[in-house]
């Protein structure tokens, strides 16, 4: 990722500078959400905020952090009582150690080369407690109408899109069964099923197909 990336994601955050909108696919962890009713829920790479208002509303408490200030300025703008932090995933998170027993990592995941997307595992599982638990959803091989197969290959189903809008084009990772074992069973035991998604959004005018995937920590 280049500048240029940020700066992508700021002018997508401008462009949707309102309250987000949800999908209830957390409804499925509400036993894992209960335990951890009492305990800081940490939102990677949170973007506008569309999981950090599905517990606002439910009365969970939640740390929002993103690398576009854009982003967060919203969330804290829309979302009432909302507690946000800048951080960088490309670089070593600036948490402590064993600090969350639950984290969200939604539709973040899945833009980083091979060794970033290690590197990013490794600081998940360091800021997890032992026992914790993360959920998260990243795109699939399967996700056609989001650029599966599309743009200048970098890696094996990693890909560099064609720039539509001045920014140089962004990485897109395209998961396989085989990819979320190998990256996520970095964390610890994984269970993974392919799903799909549909937001009243623009962008997600169409399903996304997606990898659901729950990790706890070793």
């Known amino acids: 990722m ?10 997508w955050a401008k462009k949707r500078s309102s309250l987000p909108v949800y ?5 499925e962890y509400k ?12 939102d990677l790479g949170c973007g506008n905020g569309a999981n950090t208002l599905y517990f606002s509303e439910r009365g969970y408490k939640v740390l929002s952090c993103d690398f576009s200030k854009e982003a967060l300025a919203n969330i804290e703008k829309y979302i009432p009582n909302t507690k946000t932090m800048y951080l960088d995933m ?25 060794e970033t997307t290690i590197k990013i595992m490794n600081e998940i599982k360091r800021i997890l407690k ?12 399967n996700d056609f109408n989001f650029g599966a197969g599309k743009g200048k290959m970098l890696e094996e189903n990693y890909y560099l899109t064609d720039d ?10 395209f998961f396989t069964l085989e990819d979320v074992n190998k990256y996520f069973g970095i964390i610890g ?6 799903t ?12 996304k197909v997606l990898y659901q995937i729950k990790v706890e920590k070793d």
């Open 196 to 207: 799909s998604m549909l937001r009243d959004e623009e962008e997600y005018s169409k399903p």
């Open 2 to 11: 280049n500048d240029g990336y940020v700066g992508m994601w700021d002018s």
């Open 189 to 194: 035991k994984v269970e993974a099923k392919e």
């Open 90 to 114: 490309r670089n070593n998170f600036p948490i402590e150690d064993n600090k969350y027993s639950l984290i969200i990592a939604d539709l973040c995941l899945h833009y980083f080369d091979n």
């Open 164 to 173: 539509n809008d001045g920014t140089g084009g962004y990485t897109k990772r």
């Open 23 to 27: 999908d209830l696919w957390l409804d």
């Open 130 to 141: 032992n026992g914790g638990v993360l959920l998260a959803r990243v795109a699939t091989i």
């Open 31 to 42: 036993d894992i959400l209960e335990e951890n009713k009492d305990s800081e829920i940490l």
